[in-house]
């Protein structure tokens, strides 16, 4: 069974930064898909990163050139490096992983951006 749990969430001034992080367990085989989402407060959940079993990365345009999304398959990882954070990037954070067969979910982790 694949689970997904985060880290590193918290709160930051503007302008900081964070890095969450994403644990995976169970089998993962074949071409996949790991991302990260998010879902402000009264808001429905959005995509802000995703990287493919190729390593191809897509972003939201709200977060280029601030936020890295990078996976370590050997640990079966899955890091989301954000930089220049804004009030507007507060929000839970989920991690995701698509695979053949699979959508999996983590339990979300809290950001806040606030002076």
């Known amino acids: 069974q694949v689970q997904l749990v985060e880290s590193g969430g918290g709160l930051v001034q503007p302008v900081g930064s964070l890095r969450l992080s994403c644990a995976i367990s169970?089998?993962?085989?074949?071409?996949?898909?790991m991302g990260w989402y998010r879902q402000a407060p009264g808001e429905q959940r959005e995509l802000v990163a995703i990287i493919n079993s190729d390593n191809r990365a897509n972003y939201a345009d709200s977060v280029k050139g601030r936020f890295t999304i990078s996976r370590d398959n050997a640990k079966k990882m899955v890091y989301l490096e954000m930089n220049n954070l804004k009030p507007e990037d507060t929000a839970d954070y989920y991690c995701?992983?698509?695979?053949?067969?699979?959508?999996?979910w983590g339990q979300g982790t809290q950001v806040t951006i606030s002076s």
């Open positions: 169970g089998d993962i085989f074949g071409f996949n898909v």
């Open positions: 995701n992983l698509k695979l053949f067969g699979g959508d999996y």
